[in-house]
């Protein structure tokens, strides 16, 4: 390993962009991510060109050749005052090298930068020749910013030149100078590589060195119950024995000194893996939630949906302190073993120990089922109790009054019957599991103290032992209860857990580079027919359990180009195959291919970024935020130069100028519930503009225009008609 401190050196540092597969691959493995397959293919470009010829394209593949190796590449882009915070916290990540060069003639190819470790003082770097080497901070971070001092660095210069500061300030007087003028510019070009959320969470965990910070947090924990029993241990033998000198004050104060540091770092390590724990399972249970398909919600009322958000909440804060704490205790208790060895009922005091131990557990276990069943009681009633106050004025009308509460007072006794037997087994826990051990371990001492065969001091480290184990027993009851919450929120939470975990990754790089060629390839026409943009055959979908498929034996073919409309009764499957056709939901039998792909080949991003819906009315939402935060957010956020101009002249084709023209702030008005009101009609365009803005191969409509009155229909199918490529349009007849 070498260092660097020269600008020059960064520059043969960095990785050309056409060996970007190969830097990707080689970070990965360098910072233990363990990558899924070892080559990537040179970024494609538009046209044959280089894909580094095109900022977006290149962007685009970094992210896809991410995932092809099972990683997720975040983008992530820094103001010129944050630069350095950002290397110090990114690793690992590559970091896009400005090239400086004045003339666009003398402009070398993008290269980038492979930042292996971070630290607060310098940054490990991996070169092209798969060397490490150290750079400090302020070197790179004048680097990534050398594109923005370039342009104002001369005008710097000759302000300083004018106000005769002198050479050994300058470098301070410039770099404040240009902080202040460029502070909030942003500095793009990074991604941060590492595990998605929907990886193997185990593998997550180790990368997390969250292994060895619970190994740290209780090691520590163990050093300091070591270094306190030892120095009583001190401290009372030499009152025992009657001679206590200075030398065995001077040992006993040294001892208790020396559990300060570790005390310290038992702290620090707890604070860190609770944060990066937290980290972890907020970001799996996240993915989860927006990968749920919509059949798992769509039955599920309103007091079902609000417990798991609460089980989410629970789980992370009783897990991680259930956790923390029960660890504790048990590092404890095996503290307490050897001194009660040492003590005056030997190696049998040691065992009872272990095994009240084990009762313990199997209390804790009880305590759990108990509480799963209680629980499940209590949300039961909530559940029904929602839904029955959502459904008041119905029950008035179809149930007779004396029996309205027939259901609840079963319900109720069921419940009061379960809270008995929670309380009753919570006592046990907190009562028997302490205190019964103090009475148990006392009796263990009543024939060695009536015998006298254990001498005084013997008798002082048994009892010491037992109320040492006595107040570990305390906490492995709170961790044990806590424990036992977790593990029933966990049912509440474990489907959005499992559900992060349904992979979209395509399967290698050689699979990735096909697909941007298919895509390419597939837009145009062979032999003078247009290219089949997507056909499914005998596609079968069935909503949960029903006996009858609401599709099957549907099949068709849409080619680029077309304007297909689609008509048909209530219930007859129209809506369905809408879903179908834009990935929302998953054929369980019959083929549906996207320009000769399938939905695994694709993965559900490319699948959706190919095929743009706007569901029925009732599926579809207005977000509490701008109106040009709803019109693209199916679009890069936040938004690049121009996209406001075409989302506006998108909004005026379908007729919503007077909306924008009454509108105080136009497209920057805060819409929603809380926010300026939007008719039927105006949300439908809405709708209809959010999808026509993705830039779609295919759009799907479903009853789009039902809510229009003659004139706003006709303005808003002119402008589908002529900005959507492809158009599938469902409708009633």
């Given at each position: 390993m070498t260092r660097s401190s020269d600008p020059g050196d960064l520059r043969a540092l960095a990785w050309p962009a056409e060996r970007l597969g190969e830097a990707l691959v080689a970070l990965a493995r360098?910072?233990?991510?363990?990558?899924?397959?070892?080559?990537?293919?040179?970024?494609?470009?538009?046209?044959?060109?280089?894909?580094?010829?095109?900022?977006?394209?290149?962007?685009?593949?970094?992210?896809?050749?991410?995932r092809a190796l099972g990683l997720e590449a975040e983008p992530v882009e820094a103001s010129y005052r944050e630069v350095d915070a950002l290397i110090r916290r990114a690793a690992p990540a590559l970091l896009l090298l400005p090239d400086v060069s004045e003339s666009p003639e003398g402009r070398d190819r993008p290269r980038h930068l492979a930042l292996l470790r971070s630290g607060r003082g310098s940054v490990r770097l991996l070169g092209p020749d798969h060397r490490v080497r150290t750079v400090p901070v302020p070197l790179l971070a004048q680097a990534l910013r050398g594109g923005h001092d370039a342009r104002l660095g001369p005008e710097v210069d000759r302000l300083l030149d004018e106000a005769a500061v002198p050479a050994r300030r300058r470098p301070r007087v410039r770099a404040a100078l240009l902080g202040e003028r460029l502070g909030a510019k942003p500095i793009g070009g990074a991604w941060l590589l590492d595990f998605p959320p929907g990886a193997p969470f185990w593998p997550a965990v180790r990368h997390a060195r969250l292994p060895g910070r619970v190994a740290a947090m209780v090691g520590a924990h163990m050093v300091q119950h070591a270094l306190l029993l030892t120095s009583w241990w001190v401290l009372g033998r030499g009152v025992l024995e009657g001679r206590l000198d200075p030398g065995w004050l001077l040992a006993w104060a040294l001892l208790q000194f020396t559990f300060i540091p570790f005390r310290a770092l038992e702290i620090w390590s707890s604070g860190v893996l609770m944060a990066r724990a937290g980290k972890l399972l907020k970001r799996r249970l996240m993915a989860g939630a927006l990968r749920l398909e919509t059949e798992e919600t769509r039955h599920q009322g309103v007091g079902q949906l609000l417990g798991r958000i609460l089980g989410s909440e629970a789980l992370e804060h009783l897990a991680l302190t259930g956790g923390h704490i029960g660890l504790i205790a048990l590092s404890e208790i095996l503290l307490a073993l050897p001194v009660l060895a040492a003590g005056a009922a030997g190696w049998p005091h040691a065992l009872l120990l272990l095994a009240w131990t084990i009762f313990a557990l199997w209390l804790g276990r009880r305590y759990f089922l108990r509480r799963r069943a209680w629980t499940g009681a209590r949300l039961e009633m909530t559940h029904d109790l929602v839904e029955q106050m959502v459904g008041h004025r119905t029950r008035l009308a179809q149930q007779s009054a004396d029996r309205w509460h027939e259901r609840e007072d079963r319900e109720l006794e069921r419940y009061l019957h379960l809270s008995a037997e929670l309380d009753?087994?919570?006592?046990?826990?907190?009562?028997?599991?302490?205190?019964?051990?103090?009475?148990?371990?006392?009796?263990?001492?009543?024939?060695?103290?009536?015998?006298?065969?254990?001498?005084?001091?013997?008798?002082?480290?048994?009892?010491?032992?037992?109320?040492?184990?006595?107040?570990?027993?305390?906490?492995?009851?709170?961790g044990l209860s806590d424990l036992a919450e977790a593990a029933v929120s966990w049912d509440q939470v474990a489907p959005i857990f499992q559900a992060a975990g349904r992979g979209e990754?395509?399967?290698?790089?050689?699979?990735?580079?096909?697909?941007?060629?298919?895509?390419?390839?597939?837009?145009?026409?062979?032999?003078?027919?247009?290219?089949?943009?997507?056909?499914?055959?005998?596609?079968?979908?069935?909503?949960?359990?029903?006996?009858?498929?609401?599709?099957?034996?549907?099949?068709?073919?849409?080619?680029?180009?077309?304007?297909?409309?689609?008509?048909?009764p209530s219930g007859g499957g129209k809506s369905t195959l809408a879903s179908l056709l834009a990935g929302l939901r998953l054929p369980q039998?019959?083929?549906?291919?996207?320009?000769?792909?399938?939905?695994?080949?694709?993965?559900?991003?490319?699948?959706?970024?190919r095929v743009v819906a706007a569901p029925q009315f009732q599926e579809n939402y207005v977000l509490t935020d701008t109106f040009l935060f709803n019109l693209l957010m199916g679009r890069q956020w936040p938004p690049r130069p121009g996209d406001a101009e075409e989302a506006e002249a998108v909004c005026r084709e379908l007729g919503l100028g007077d909306l924008l023209d009454r509108m105080p702030a136009g497209l920057l008005q805060r819409v929603g519930e809380s926010g300026w009101q939007l008719s039927h009609g105006e949300k439908s365009r809405l709708y209809i503009a959010r999808a026509l803005l993705q830039g779609a191969e295919l759009v799907v409509l479903d009853e789009s225009f039902a809510a229009l009155d003659p004139e706003s229909l006709r303005q808003a199918l002119s402008c589908v008609l002529g900005r959507a490529r492809t158009l599938f349009v469902i409708a009633h007849p």
């Open positions: 360098g910072s233990g991510l363990s990558p899924r397959g070892s080559a990537l293919a040179e970024p494609p470009g538009p046209r044959g060109l280089p894909g580094y010829t095109d900022p977006e394209a290149l962007a685009s593949w970094i992210e896809a050749a991410a009753r087994q919570a006592t046990r826990l907190r009562v028997w599991i302490p205190r019964g051990w103090l009475l148990v371990s006392l009796l263990a001492l009543v024939q060695p103290f009536v015998s006298g065969e254990a001498s005084a001091a013997r008798l002082a480290v048994s009892l010491g032992g037992a109320l040492f184990a006595y107040w570990s027993f305390w906490k492995m009851v709170r990754a395509v399967a290698s790089g050689v699979a990735l580079t096909s697909a941007m060629s298919t895509e390419s390839a597939a837009s145009g026409p062979v032999d003078g027919v247009a290219a089949v943009v997507l056909e499914g055959h005998d596609l079968v979908f069935r909503y949960g359990d029903r006996a009858d498929p609401a599709l099957v034996g549907a099949s068709l073919r849409v080619r680029a180009g077309e304007r297909l409309l689609l008509e048909g039998s019959g083929l549906l291919l996207l320009q000769g792909l399938d939905r695994h080949t694709l993965g559900l991003a490319g699948w959706r970024k």
